[in-house]
C-alpha cells in the first residue's frame, strides 16, 4: 500500500510540474535551408514547434502526418502536448506532385533541422524521438533505417533516441508501388522499403499497429515481419505493440505508449533523470 501511495504521489507531482509548465508554439518554420527551393517546397516544407519554455533539456518527438503520401497536412497531436516535451509537426511534399524518395527526402530534412536547432529552444539534441502514424509512420521508419537520407546532413540515424512508427508500412509504401505500376495488393521490398536496412545497429524501435484484423491490408503482419527480421539481425530493442478492438487509425490508444517510450529511453540515456 504504502508503494502505491508513493507512486500515486510521484505522478501527481510530475502531472502538477507540466501543468505548471508553459509552452510556446513557433508555425511555418523552413526546414530547408537551401536558397533554390521551387514554388511547391517553399509551400509545403514548413513544420511548427511546439515547445516547453521553463525546461531544458527536454525530449523532441517529430511527428509525420499520415494521408497515403498523397494528402494530410502538419499538426501537433493534442495528446501529446503539455508532456514536459516538443512537438515538431511537420508538412512535406505529396506525391502526385513529386515523387515517394521526394517526401522522404522532406522527413529527412526535417528530422535534420531538429537535430540542429532543438538545442536553440532548450531541447536535448540526444533526445529526439521520430514518429508518425500511417504514411507517416512509414517516413519516420525510412529517416531511421536507410542511414543515407540523414548521412546528407552529416547526421548518423543511429543519433535518434528512438523511432515510434504507428501503422506505417514496413515493405514498400504502395504509392510507391504505383509509381512502378503495381497494384497495391502486391508486395514488394527495395530501398523504399524499412525492411530491406533492418540491421542490428538501428534505434530503439517500437512498432505500434491496430488490431490485426481490423488493420489496412497486411499492415500488422509487415510490422510483426520487421519486428522479427530485426531480432534476426541482431537488434536488441525491437517491440511490437497490437492495438486491440482498433483499425488503421489507431491513434488515440497509441499516443500514451510513444510517450511511455519517449520516458523508458530518456532513462536509458540519463539514469539519474527524474
Given at each position: ?86 512537438v515538431i509537426g511537420v508538412n512535406y511534399r505529396l506525391s502526385p506532385k513529386v515523387k515517394v524518395k521526394d517526401c522522404i527526402a522532406d522527413a529527412a530534412a ?165
Amino acid at each position: 500500500m504504502k508503494r502505491l501511495l508513493s507512486i500515486s504521489f510521484a505522478l501527481i507531482l510530475g502531472l502538477t510540474s507540466y501543468a505548471q509548465t508553459t509552452y510556446k508554439t513557433h508555425t511555418n518554420l523552413s526546414y530547408y535551408e537551401v536558397k533554390d527551393q521551387t514554388a511547391y517546397m517553399k509551400e509545403r516544407c514548413k513544420l511548427d514547434l511546439y515547445v516547453p519554455e521553463s525546461i531544458n533539456g527536454f525530449p523532441t518527438v517529430v511527428w509525420f502526418h499520415g494521408g497515403g503520401l498523397t494528402g494530410g497536412s502538419k499538426e501537433l497531436p493534442e495528446a501529446l502536448q503539455n508532456k514536459g516535451m516538443a512537438v515538431i509537426g511537420v508538412n512535406y511534399r505529396l506525391s502526385p506532385k513529386v515523387k515517394v524518395k521526394d517526401c522522404i527526402a522532406d522527413a529527412a530534412a526535417a528530422v535534420a533541422w531538429a537535430f540542429k536547432h532543438i538545442a536553440e529552444y532548450g531541447g536535448d539534441p540526444n533526445l529526439i524521438f521520430v514518429s508518425g502514424h500511417s504514411a507517416g509512420g512509414y517516413l519516420a521508419s525510412m529517416v531511421g533505417m536507410d542511414k543515407s537520407w540523414l548521412a546528407k546532413y552529416e547526421i548518423d540515424a543511429n543519433d535518434i533516441a528512438g523511432l515510434i512508427p504507428f501503422s506505417g508500412h514496413t515493405i514498400t509504401h504502395f504509392t510507391a508501388r504505383q509509381e512502378m505500376g503495381m497494384p497495391g495488393h502486391q508486395p514488394l521490398i527495395d530501398e523504399l522499403a524499412p525492411l530491406y536496412f533492418v540491421r542490428a545497429d538501428a534505434p530503439p524501435l517500437l512498432l505500434i499497429t491496430g488490431d490485426r484484423e481490423l488493420e489496412m491490408l497486411g499492415r500488422y503482419e509487415e510490422n510483426a515481419y520487421m519486428m522479427r527480421m530485426m531480432r534476426v539481425a541482431g537488434h536488441q530493442d525491437t517491440r511490437l505493440m497490437e492495438m486491440d478492438g482498433y483499425g488503421h487509425g489507431m491513434t488515440y490508444p497509441a499516443f500514451p505508449l510513444l510517450v511511455n517510450e519517449v520516458s523508458r529511453i530518456k532513462k536509458l540515456i540519463y539514469p539519474e533523470s527524474k
